[in-house]
């Protein structure tokens, strides 16, 4: 792809440590466009390259199209579908929240969110996305979900092949991180399907419960992307006892158990996530 075939329309969607989204015209049609600087950086250059291999063959419904990439001025742009409606965190805790969903509609946009990750797991190799958070999974202006941001994602065989361990220096989100990630306790299953299992469980606890996973009593849920020590060392802790994410509580009685049984402290009791798409895809209400 060409930069020339870009407009940019001077409006930031949003940024964070290593690249910045902004809106742009494609020949005619809006995109997002992630923009990673690269210069002097082969740790992003290496996130960036890598996030446009596992993209290039992922194609779902529910997750993000990858429409091209183009190198520029130090910068690599990573093109995708522009979704109009925000993210999952902004339906949660944002202005939206004004209307206020209903349970069979996020009951809805829960089964779309794990056909997606359930396609994601099922391609050949596997494909473990490594940092699913409301954040990173977009909403259509018709509660529409599509997962997004593949930087940390890796395929199975190349987990396998180049997994190396250290307590500590996990790469993800804590607040949403299985907890053989965040204690380190497991290297054996260091970046398997079940972690992302786990994240995507928490995730929709809080889309449930429209409150933070671990902290219910904050009003407006926790930065994920926060460097907060306290907090994080205050999940650890109840990891260490393996509790169960306080929320879950407050999550509609008939989907609570469907989520539960993701939350396990023992991966090999996680289910796959086609069996999460099937108890949750059982679950009736009108």
């Known amino acids: 792809m060409k930069s020339t075939e870009l407009e940019f329309r001077g409006k930031e969607l949003g940024r964070g440590s290593f690249a910045r989204v902004e809106q742009a015209s494609l020949l005619g049609t809006t995109v997002a466009v992630k923009k990673m600087k690269i210069v002097r950086a082969a740790r992003v250059k290496r996130l960036a390259l890598k996030e446009v291999e596992v993209h290039s063959r992922l194609h779902h419904p529910n997750i993000v199209q ?93 987990i396998k092949a180049t997994v190396t361990w250290h307590p500590g220096q996990c790469m993800g989100t804590p607040y949403y991180m299985a907890p053989e990630l965040l204690l380190g306790t497991n290297t054996a299953s260091c970046a398997d399907p079940a972690c992302d299992i786990w994240s995507l469980a928490a995730t929709l606890v809080e889309l449930f419960a429209e409150t933070d996973l671990w902290f219910p009593d904050h009003d407006e849920g926790c930065d994920g992307d926060s460097d907060d020590f306290d907090a994080i060392c205050a999940i650890k802790e109840k990891m260490e006892k393996r509790i169960v994410p306080p929320s879950i509580a407050a999550v509609d009685s008939r989907v609570q158990k469907a989520l539960a049984d993701c939350l396990v402290y023992v991966p090999e009791f996680c289910p796959l996530a086609l069996g999460m798409l099937e108890k949750m895809s059982e679950i009736s209400i009108k």
């Open 66 to 158: 990858l429409m091209g990439v183009c190198f520029e001025a130090g910068e690599i742009w990573i093109v995708s579908e522009f979704v109009a409606g925000g993210n999952l965190e902004q339906l949660i805790y944002g202005s939206k929240n004004d209307v206020r969903l209903s349970v069979p509609e996020k009951l809805t946009i829960a089964v779309q969110c794990v056909q997606g990750m359930a396609y994601l797991h099922g391609t050949s190799p596997p494909v473990v996305h490594m940092d699913i958070k409301p954040q990173n999974i977009l909403v259509t202006k018709n509660n529409i979900p599509k997962i997004c941001d593949f930087g940390l994602s890796k395929s199975k065989r190349q």
